[in-house]
């Protein structure tokens, strides 16, 4: 069971800034970049449903997580059908996120009352998600779909939707700041910001830096939107 609340969940990412997004078939690579990224700050983290046995590498790293780094948030992305998803939630997962938007997702999580991050293309969409419940909603491949100018296009009409980009967004000012003056809640950051060379170095410390820097630039563009 989430120990989070729903509105709790959509709070840490709203104050943060970041969800950074991770898989490796490795358990133990999986641990050390979950810590690295909780040392540097992170507080909400995304691990990705992305091969076979997945869950079961989740399930050791959460419980691992509660008791070593008790104030993270760990959820679990590309989750695509209901089933997948209550999976994860038994397995504890604090919130799902999802590449498309699928109404019996939606179901699942909220009888849990599980936060449901949906993956939207259009402003239907979208609406379609906040009718279902979702809090936040996550536009995939951001880059893609329109960019920052997407984002502020949406919230003209549409102030109080809350927009996590993920695809597109790299951990430098160039790219967060369009993103954040345009007014979006959060952003998920994968390879751009867990680099293959830092899996290959095991550089943790290198992580832990650039994820500071990551969110002290995030906070800087938090103060001007």
């Not at 867990?194 to 500071?212: F, H, M, P, Q, Y």
Request: glycine residues 10%.
């Amino acid at each position: 069971m989430a120990r989070f609340s729903r509105i709790q969940t959509a709070l840490a990412m709203a104050d943060t800034g970041l969800v950074p997004v991770f898989y490796h078939t490795d358990y133990s690579v999986c641990l050390d970049v979950v810590r690295a990224c909780y040392k540097g700050g992170v507080r909400v983290f995304e691990f990705t449903n992305r091969g076979d046995f997945a869950h079961e590498l989740f399930g050791r790293l959460i419980k691992e997580a509660q008791s070593e780094m008790p104030e993270l948030l760990l959820g679990v992305g590309s989750i695509q059908d209901e089933g997948t998803a209550a999976l994860y939630i038994q397995c504890g997962a604090q919130f799902i996120v999802a590449p498309s938007l699928n109404p019996a997702v939606a179901r699942v999580c909220n009888r849990r009352k599980v936060l449901w991050v949906p993956g939207c293309g259009s402003v239907s969409e979208i609406g379609q998600a906040e009718e279902l419940g979702a809090e936040i909603v996550k536009i995939f491949p951001g880059a893609q779909v329109g960019g920052p100018k997407f984002v502020e296009a949406v919230k003209g009409p549409m102030p109080w939707t809350s927009i996590m980009p993920t695809g597109g967004v790299e951990p430098n000012e160039a790219s967060l700041k369009p993103w954040f003056l345009a007014g979006v809640t959060c952003v998920g950051i994968g390879s751009q910001l867990i680099t293959k060379e830092v899996i290959a170095r095991n550089d943790w410390n290198g992580l832990s830096n650039s994820v500071k820097e990551c969110l002290n630039l995030i906070s800087s563009f938090q103060n001007k939107a």
